[in-house]
Nanobody, 127 residues
Framework: QVQLVESGGGLVQAGESLRLSCAAS????????MGWFRQAPGKEREFVAA??????????ADSVKGRFTISRDNAENTVYVTLQMNSLKLEDTAVYSC??????????????????WGQGTQVTVSS
């Protein structure tokens, strides 16, 4: 059974940090590229960050570059993908979801390339 489970969301003040985690199991996700997306109310889902299967390549949206860091741990049965979010801004408020893809990131960063998704975790940044 494929499972992607996000955790770590919450309510923080602007300028603070949060660490999101995604636990992926049920497939050989150690060979999958992984990514984080977010969706704010009334807006389309947008790319945040992605990491290739071995952690050697990372991609970030311009809006989070320098503030967010993606990493992964390919444990034996479960892959953990972490999104460290620093210097949070009001505009970072959204539901954050992780996804897994078998197609390489070099093909594009769009959400359409992702085969599996988690249920999402809410991040709310207040002033």
């Amino acid at each position: 059974q494929v499972q992607l489970v996000e955790s770590g969301g919450g309510l923080v003040q602007a300028g603070e940090s949060l660490r999101l985690s995604c636990a992926a199991s049920g497939r050989t996700f150690s060979t999958y590229d992984m990514g984080w997306f977010r969706q704010a109310p009334g807006k389309e889902r947008e790319f945040v960050a992605a990491i290739n299967w071995n952690g050697g390549k990372k991609y970030y949206a311009d809006s989070v570059k320098g503030r967010f860091t993606i990493s992964r741990d390919n444990a034996e049965n479960t892959v953990y993908v972490t999104l460290q979010m620093n210097s949070l801004k009001l505009e970072d408020t959204a539901v954050y979801s992780c996804g897994a893809r078998a197609t390489p990131l070099a093909l594009g960063l769009d959400a359409r390339y992702y085969a599996y998704w988690g249920q999402g975790t809410q991040v709310t940044v207040s002033s």
